[in-house]
């Protein structure tokens, strides 16, 4: 039985979904346009996006360099962000009256540092353009019909021209979405924390050292940044990325490999040489109290305890052996990693819809006329920073200005 006829249908209440139903409804308010959402609310992930502020974007204005921030999907989104960026992005939100602000990092949040600012922005103009919101309508079936599209869930069937696919990593659509025709590309986790059990760093955890280089033993993957010490392993920046660019590669390993961490960014014989002079300089020091090259001084210690140093020596009794073992363990110390976790709340995956089978012109499919994407659902991802959120933008506003064109349904 056929439930109900929309001009544009939307699978998916998150973001790409409520972004391009506002959007759609924006270029022709004529058309009725409904979003189908399986669960019980709407927005999730924005809600507990950013720590519960929603990190709507990051502040990088020019599209090459925003599109390097994603490890799949870097090329195919350079020509998307010369229509629909980060710039863009914020003039839409304080249109109407989100006020945003950059932080230092470059993340962009809400004044208000709550995502329910996001949220709200959303629901008003949902409501403006009489968007039909329909909760608990999980999506059983995807097949065309004559002039558009079916949609079959359990409180009945819903027919549109045209339909925009936003459900993220939804592994039944993906599974609708093959039987289709479609490429499915599989899904492995990106943007995850590294397990790590290691006296070096077991009774530290909340230590952050500034800024340090990670490489994946025999590998190419490598990566510098931040880097926090937490109560599993290791997280920040430096983790995330490395974990994004690493996400098939580690998968393929089974989150089992020897990470090799450089603290101080320097190459072993400076190190070294650095050592021996200020063991000229300050003979009488306790090596343990010293704390060299800006190292939060719990981390320095478990680094001078891995290095095989009494924990009562002083600089002018170490030997260049030792100096030598401190070095590496400054600029070259090696850990197992036995593991992975969520970022945080937030779980983003590598995989999806085969890029090749996208008009990024449009995000249409080119298998299908009148079929959309947009966000998660692609085989496209990136670093932590508001960047997946930047591609949830860009397609959903994009896809809208072809959804909201000329259709044939009355």
Not at 207 to 228: D, R
Not at 268 to 288: G, H, I, W
Not at 296 to 303: C, G, N, V
Not at 390 to 410: L, V, Y
Request: aromatic share 10%.
């Amino acid at each position: 039985m056929i439930y109900k006829n929309y001009d544009v249908l939307i699978v998916g209440g998150g973001a790409a979904g409520f972004f391009s139903a506002i959007n759609t409804a924006q270029k022709n308010p004529a058309l009725k346009i409904g979003i189908l959402e399986r669960g019980s609310n709407v927005l999730s992930k924005v809600k507990i996006s950013g720590g519960g502020r929603c990190n709507v974007t990051h502040a990088e204005f020019e599209p090459k360099p925003l599109s390097s921030h994603y490890p799949r999907g870097q090329k195919e989104l350079l020509g998307p962000f010369h229509t629909f960026m980060t710039g863009d992005t914020m003039q839409w939100f304080e249109e109407r009256g989100v006020n945003l602000k950059i932080e230092e990092d470059g993340r962009v949040f809400p004044e208000s540092n709550s995502s329910q600012t996001i949220i709200d922005c959303f629901t008003s103009e949902a409501n403006k353009y009489n968007i039909d919101v329909l909760l608990n309508h999980s999506v059983q079936d995807i097949s065309t019909s004559k002039g558009g599209w079916e949609l079959s869930t359990p409180k009945g069937t819903f027919c549109a021209e045209k339909i925009l696919i936003a459900t993220g990593s939804s592994s039944k659509i993906w599974t609708l979405l093959e039987r289709l025709g479609h490429q499915i590309v599989e899904a492995v986790p990106s943007l995850f924390t590294f397990t790590i059990s290691d006296t070096r760093l077991k009774s530290i955890p909340g230590v952050v050292a500034k800024h340090v280089e990670l490489s994946v033993n025999n590998s190419l993957l490598t990566s510098s940044g931040p880097l926090l010490i937490t109560h599993t392993g290791i997280s920040a920046p430096s983790v995330l990325k490395l974990s994004a660019y690493g996400a098939i590669e580690l998968a393929k390993r089974k989150y089992n490999f020897d990470l090799t961490i450089n603290f101080i960014a320097q190459d072993f014989a400076t190190c070294v040489q650095e050592l021996e002079d200020y063991k000229s300089d300050n003979p009488k020091k306790l090596v343990r109290k010293s704390a060299l090259y800006g190292l939060p001084k719990r981390l320095w210690e478990q680094l001078v305890i891995g290095a095989n140093f009494p924990n009562d020596i002083k600089w002018a009794e170490t030997n260049q052996k030792q100096l030598q073992n401190l070095a590496i363990q400054l600029t070259s110390a090696i850990f197992k990693v036995t593991g992975k976790s969520t970022f945080k709340e937030e779980f983003v995956t590598a995989g999806g819809v085969a890029l090749k089978e996208i008009n990024f012109k449009t995000f249409e499919s080119k298998i299908y006329k009148n079929l959309f994407f947009a966000g998660e659902v692609l085989n496209i991802d990136a670093v932590t920073g508001g960047f997946n959120f930047q591609n949830a933008w860009t397609g959903a506003f994009i896809a809208a200005q072809q959804m909201g064109a000329h259709t044939i349904t009355d």
